[in-house]
């Protein structure tokens, strides 16, 4: 296991942990604190992916299968669990129903992650910005219906084709612009 251990897996699995405590924090009730973790673990994220096109160590697989599983937890079941326990517990049924399709829309979404690559902009939603925008929604203590409606749109973002810039994307601005007009006459036609 030696040759795994580099600052990029280590950062990935800083996002791991801390997604594990915001579910700790969510069983006893301490939303603001999960969210911070959770947020941690979107900053951990971000290093993770600098660190890892910075270095080259020769297995890039194991490196994005972790960061796959740490964004299940982190930006997956945290959220969606956070939701449910403060919020959509009101509608017992319909809320563990949004909470399961956030968090399978999530797991799809990063298992077409790796198929998708480009360098100007993601496939759909990334889980990350989903999963924090929900456990900001858990944190605030949004009414059911409201959190009903947002998880269930951002689990349809997530699978869906809509282009979302990258970095990279939004520093290449005018290559960014010619890949939304291609998405968008290929929705037209």
């Known amino acids: 296991m030696r040759e795994y251990v580099t600052l990029a897996n280590a950062l990935t699995s800083g996002s791991l942990v801390a997604g594990f405590f915001s ?32 270095s080259d160590n020769g297995d890039e697989a194991f490196g994005t299968n972790l960061d796959s ?23 017992p049924i319909v809320g563990v129903a949004a909470c399961l399709v956030f968090f399978l829309c999530g797991a799809w979404r990063l298992a077409r992650f790796s198929t998708c690559k480009n360098r100007l902009y993601y496939v759909g939603c990334p889980i990350p910005g989903a999963g924090v925008l929900l456990a900001l ?20 973002l997530m699978i869906g084709t809509m282009p979302f810039p990258t970095l990279s994307g939004l520093r290449n601005r005018e290559e960014l612009s010619q890949v939304v007009e291609e998405y968008r006459q290929a929705r037209n036609a």
């Open 69 to 91: 599983l740490a964004d299940m937890v982190s930006f997956g079941a945290a959220p969606a669990l956070a939701l449910y326990m403060s919020s959509l517990y009101a509608l």
């Open 137 to 156: 929604l858990a944190a605030l203590g949004a009414p059911p219906f409201v959190a009903l409606l947002v998880a269930l749109v951002l689990g349809v």
């Open 23 to 54: 579910v700790l924090l969510i069983f006893r009730g301490d939303y603001y604190t999960a969210v911070g973790l959770i947020a941690l673990a979107a900053v951990f994220d971000m290093l993770d992916g600098a660190a890892a096109r910075r």
